[in-house]
């Protein structure tokens, strides 16, 4: 019975190729863009779950004097021993330290290494990161030894082996290779390519006096993980952790006025949740919005499918009248429905596979992502898209087999059927549903698109053009620092330049307590602190709101004066006149005083997703290893050429190290160009399966009127009266679609424009353009089969029917 059911289901679907092929072609783009958001959706879920130990990140929760609380991700450097020491729960207790681009020497050639951590001997027992070679227990054990990932060892060593191995980090140690790991996943939240034990920085850093666990509201890029003991929930250490916070932080914090608390999170969820649990900050929202997408164009597929099947019931009524006569029950007629609707479905199936295996590539691209679309542990994954096709073609052929099966056999052999019966409104309905979508994500494209240029365009209060970043953050670089300086100033295209700690563009490297000269320390506010050069905010193009800038001509201004931003004056609540205000910087274990010689308008130091805090800057040329460079325009090419050939001649031993500000900028919103692409590619796949349900309408639609379009040409009807005749209907529900989708759309971008502290005002043209975007689309696919109907033969129309 099946294979007879399969048998009249292919016959049927081969004779009518045109609206086969575009049920088939729009399930199938339905379903690759679903099995594409699928994959995605289930990449972000599973980050950090491959582990074998329950693992949880120490979370640090500050709440300032103004009431506002802050979570970071990130801990102080005592926290992992003293926590491992103090508290019996806690069985081990590790620190990942990531830092910044390193220069190591391998085989007597240079590298410029990112995803350079320090972490504790602890660390392979912790995670589950296999090793190629080395043991997991010691390789960590001893100071001034590393371990490099298999792609980074080849990079280094080529073939060799590179157990025993000698490479040399910034010119300044030498550390032996004790182990490979194996390239870590992409599901990883934890980076790194070299990695090593965090006693090598504990003696670097006693070489120079300085004791990272001694301080304990100083915060780095240093994160804690921890285990428990079995049994022991993450929730019954909160006391404990608040008393280990009690006795090393709360006593600093409290003379900052601040209040200070740890708290624990599950490895699982720091991708999600990359600032803690209870951040503002979190990606969940965006995979919602791509699952509702994934939904929205698979629903758009189904109802292209309903809405052909449903329209052709007046063209297949007579093969219903005829089985009912014959004897064929309902739920024969039910049945064979189904089957041809599971038929395209499956078919739709294998083409989305084949689809999405074209475009994932692209895909991996946009998203940043190395995702696979055929491995062992996505048999589950096909399994469920298998259910959800066979579970696709039930719905979608559903309403069509209940509603063709359901004709009164009499009524349809007098011809009682009318072209469109009852379901038109259904079918009005389905179109509008589709175009709504559809406009609505043109919209939201249009609005990222905006909101990027803007971020790329807007006027951040200091001229970003033609500076360069050079850093020179090495000890063993900072005796060259002031030779380059002044071998880049004999180079004709170089028109200012000057030291910095501070990379504009980036996120604040420095953020210390601040506050009036004489004010306790709980009144001290948290603010950016700059080490700059003489001259640096003219350099830059920032605008004076009073006073002036740092300069040479002021010996005094090397100790006892600030520069501050109009921020930093209404956070600290200073009174006109500002200028000759004295403050105090509390940012080290000397706290330096000094008068107020400068007041800078507010510029975005920082990304333009963050809002713009209190600045101080001093001059502190020890602690300055950057310096900005103002070039001319020109070739950059050639010009950057000239000043690589300063940089060999101090610094042969260094690769050139530099980025264009304008470059660091463009990389912060590689997020939002993600987004925007996204949405743009999921509006056109949107709008094209649309109309492709659009498209098969109209040729049912003119083959249903075939005689009404015969009679109105012998009466004289022209083809444009014709073409408007049949467009009308369609235009006017996506004009319906355009009414809907337009508040809806204003309603979600608007509060994804709420995230960011700078925003473009919303887009109201792009209602407009959208909308007549759409109806142009919509009027070119209907009016294709509009005039190719009108254009027939009136002769040939009323002969055929």
Known sequence: ??????????RHLLRNKGITAINISGLAIGMACCILIVLFIKHELGYNRFHANDIFRLNSQIKGNAGDVGQMSITQFGAAPNLKRELSRVKEAVRFYEVNEVIISANNEEYRQQNTVFA????????????VSGNPATALKDPYTVVLTESTAKKYFGNENPIGKVIRIQDDYDCIVTAVAKDLPSDSDLKFDVLMPFSTFLQNSAKVGYKPEDTWFGFTSNQTFVTLTPGVAPSAMTAELDAFAEKHVRPDARKLGDEFWYVLQPLSRIHLYPDGDTSETDKVSRLYIYG???????????????????ARGNERAMEVGLRKVMGAERKA??????????????????????LAAILLPGFNFVTDKTMELFSRELVPLYGGLLLLALVVGLLAGSYPALYLSGFLPVRILKGGMKAGGGNSLFRKT??????TIAIALIIATVVIYSQLRYMQEKDLGYDKRGLVNFYLNTGKQAPYREAFKTELGRLPFVKQMAFTNMPLGGQSVSNNPVGREGSREDESVQAIVISADFNYFTYIGAKFAAGRDFSEKYPTDSLDAFVINKSAVKKLQLKEPVIGSRIVWRGSSVPRSGKVIGVVEDFNMQNLRLPI???????????????TVRLQPGDRQKQMAQIEGVWKKLMPAFPFNYRFVENELGREYLVEQRSGSLFGAYAMLAVVIACLGL??????????????????????????????????????????????SSPLAWYGMNKWL????????????????AGLLALLIAFLTISFQSVKAALLNPVRSLRSE
């Not at 709420?754 to 353009?769: G, K, Q, T």
């Open 695 to 740: 498209f098969g309408l109209a040729m049912l639609v003119a083959r249903q009127r075939t005689k009404e379009i015969g009679i109105r040409k012998v009466l004289g009807a022209s083809v444009g009266s014709i073409t408007a005749l049949l467009s009308k209907d369609f235009l006017q529900l996506v004009a319906i679609a355009i009414l809907i």
């Open 1 to 10: 019975m099946i294979r007879n059911y399969i048998k009249v289901a292919l």
């Open 754 to 769: 709420a995230e960011f502290p700078f925003r473009v005002d919303f887009p109201w043209w792009s209602f407009a353009a």
């Open 333 to 354: 007629l039910i049945l064979q429905f189904l089957v041809e609707s599971v038929i395209i479905s499956l078919l739709s199936f294998l083409l989305a596979i084949l």
């Open 120 to 131: 504790d001997d602890g660390f392979f027992q912790m995670f589950s990161f296999p090793l």
């Open 613 to 627: 805090e209190p600045m101080v800057a001093l001059i502190r040329n020890g602690r300055a290893g950057m310096l």
């Open 292 to 310: 509702f997408i994934g939904l929205f164009i698979i629903l758009i597929a189904c109802i292209n499918f309903m809405n052909l099947v449903t």
């Open 430 to 435: 389905l179109v509008v549903s589709q175009f």
